[in-house]
């Protein structure tokens, strides 16, 4: 089975400040680990991915995110908030070779940045 | 990036008839889509994976004879909710992954508002 969990429905930054949204997850074997972002009233857009390799994995719009496999976790980040990325954010997971391709995703969190 | 369309964006009808909702992928082939609804209180709710050329897989849950699931082509799925209700009304959204990139992210489209009245 495969689970992930965002223990915050909410955070909130000023604008210019770090921010950071929180993933934890759990596999069965190893993960495909995803960050989504969506808009008002729009799909899902993808942010960044970790599959293999470097644990630091840079995104769009400046998004970067740490896989940590000892703490089964891959957190959000940004160094520098802005206005504009207030939305609502989905960590997912895939186990590699079970779930037939199945992504499971977290219940999301909303991003308030403020100017 | 992969363009997913669904159409239409926004639709409102009477209790009781069917509503279709189309999902294309615009610029790759997907032999896996995605069905989910989104839930006011913001989470994704998997309905059914489709996969081209067979019988869609419904999560627990979901009846298959009300969410009819339709994936004809590499680049076309439908969800039909026949016999609506307004307990229906929801944001639907579509998915869909390239053929073969196992580890490949998804490819959302835009999601269509359905309101039963």
């Known amino acids: 089975a495969q689970s992930v969990a965002q223990p915050e429905d909410q955070v909130n930054v000023a604008e210019g400040n770090p921010l950071t949204v929180k993933c934890t997850y759990s596999v069965s074997g190893n993960p495909y680990l995803f960050w989504y972002v969506q808009y008002p009233n729009r799909g899902l857009q993808f942010l960044l991915k970790y599959i293999t390799g470097d644990n630091l994995v840079k995104g769009s719009y400046g998004f970067e995110a740490e896989f940590n496999k000892s703490q089964t976790s891959f957190h959000l980040k940004k160094p520098s908030a802005l206005v504009s990325d207030s939305a609502l954010y989905f960590c997912a997971v895939r186990d590699w070779g079970t779930n037939a391709g199945k992504s499971t995703f977290g219940d999301g969190t909303t991003l308030t940045v403020k100017p | 990036g992969a363009v997913v369309s669904q159409h239409p964006s926004r639709v409102i009808c009477k209790s009781g008839t069917s509503v279709k909702i189309e999902c294309r992928s615009l610029d790759f082939q997907a032999t896996t889509m995605f069905w989910y609804r989104q839930f006011p209180k913001k989470s994704l709710m998997l309905m059914a994976t489709s996969n081209e050329g067979s019988k869609a897989t419904y999560e627990q849950g979901v009846e298959k004879d009300k969410f009819l699931i339709n994936h004809a082509s590499l680049t076309l799925s439908t969800l039909t909710v026949t016999s609506a209700h307004p307990e229906d009304s929801s944001f639907y959204i579509c998915?869909?992954?390239?053929?073969?990139?196992?580890?490949?992210?998804?490819?959302f489209g835009p999601g269509t508002r359905l309101t039963v009245l």
């Open positions: 998915s869909a992954r390239w053929a073969s990139d196992v580890g490949g992210e998804q490819f």
